[in-house]
T-cell receptor
Framework: QKEVEQDPGPLSVPEGAIVSLNCTYS??????FMWYRQYSRKGPELLMY????GNKEDGRFTAQVDKSSKYISLFIRDSQPSDSATYLC???????????????FGQGTILTVHP | EAQVTQNPRYLITVTGKKLTVTCSQN?????MSWYRQDPGLGLRQIYY???????DKGDVPEGYKVSRKEKRNFPLILESPSPNQTSLYFC???????????FGPGTRLTVT
């Protein structure tokens, strides 16, 4: 079993829809949770970062972490064609010390928002 | 302009022929890392470095070597490439103690 599981999709939605992307994980040591967006032929870029459980909002994007269920989500409101990309969740046990460097990624979900 | 540079961007090589993929950053970041990305497997960490002369294994280090002799450079070395190392490789950098990582443009490697 992978430490981080993410439904690869693909997911296709109409413009303006609310998109929900999810990851589950098995390692209870994970404390830092991130969402990256990767456009075709580009490197991933950090979208959202949350520590421990809770919600974080940034414009049309909301990240949720439920550590009790080992489940994280990314919501995109009013989705736009420019949101079409692969979305990867990533997790880390520590932000400092020798454990900082290890990031574990999900497989990525391919999202297409059509006009 | 802050950037992470990888060279080459595309490489086709043969089994057993040693190669090096370079990664360079101009942001004075302490942390640098190498990942490979394969369909259905996502991004998997190969090696990372917390600072000069400090490196550690990620999840898939077999068949790879790294060195960190200067802060700005973190080359990935494949001493004897094999076809199962055909992949898309990304270098990433970041500040120590900060979660955000900046990724390079990627290197597509094919080993025949």
């Amino acid at each position: 079993q992978k430490e981080v599981e993410q439904d690869p999709g693909p997911l296709s939605v109409p413009e303006g829809a609310i998109v929900s992307l999810n990851c589950t994980y098995s390692n209870s040591a994970f404390q830092y949770f991130m969402w990256y967006r990767q456009y075709s032929r580009k490197g991933p870029e950090l979208l959202m970062y949350t520590y421990s459980s809770g919600n974080k909002e940034d414009g049309r994007f909301t990240a949720q972490v439920d550590k009790s269920s080992k489940y994280i989500s990314l919501f995109i409101r009013d989705s736009q064609p420019s949101d079409s990309a692969t979305y990867l969740c990533a997790m880390s046990a520590n932000a400092g010390g020798t454990s900082y460097g290890k990031l574990t990624f999900g497989q990525g979900t391919i999202l297409t928002v059509h006009p | 302009e802050a950037q992470v540079t990888q060279n080459p961007r595309y490489l086709i090589t043969v089994t057993g022929k040693k190669l090096t993929v370079t990664c360079s950053q101009n942001m004075n970041h302490e942390y640098m890392s190498w990942y490979r990305q394969d369909p259905g497997l996502g991004l998997r960490q190969i090696y990372y470095s917390m600072n000069v002369e400090v490196t550690d294994k990620g999840d898939v280090p077999e068949g790879y070597k790294v060195s960190r002799k200067e802060k700005r450079n973190f080359p990935l070395i494949l001493e004897s490439p094999s076809p199962n190392q055909t992949s898309l490789y990304f270098c990433a950098t970041g500040l120590a103690g900060v979660t955000e990582q900046y990724f390079g443009p990627g290197t597509r490697l094919t080993v025949t």
